[in-house]
């Protein structure tokens, strides 16, 4: 049995309770804070439980495919 990797700054997610996908761009005293994955500003929310989230792209394979696309 594997365990799924723990959501971090960078990572994409699958959020359960929202039904959306985001990026994590902070996590404090395990509250997580997202934003849409094509946008840099605007529309953010905040998800307490992390067991919730599913990373769906790693921050390095995100960072990986932005290099490939410069």
Do not use: C, F, H, I
Request: proline fraction near 6%; charge should be negative.
């Amino acid at each position: 049995m594997t365990e799924e990797p723990k959501p971090w700054v960078g990572d994409q997610v699958w959020d359960e309770v929202a039904e959306k996908e985001g990026v994590v761009t902070d996590v404090k005293n395990g509250v997580y804070e997202l934003r849409p994955p094509n946008r840099t500003w605007g529309e953010t929310w905040t998800v307490l439980d992390g067991t919730k989230l599913t990373v769906t792209v790693s921050r390095q394979e995100r960072l990986r495919r932005r290099r490939e696309e410069a």
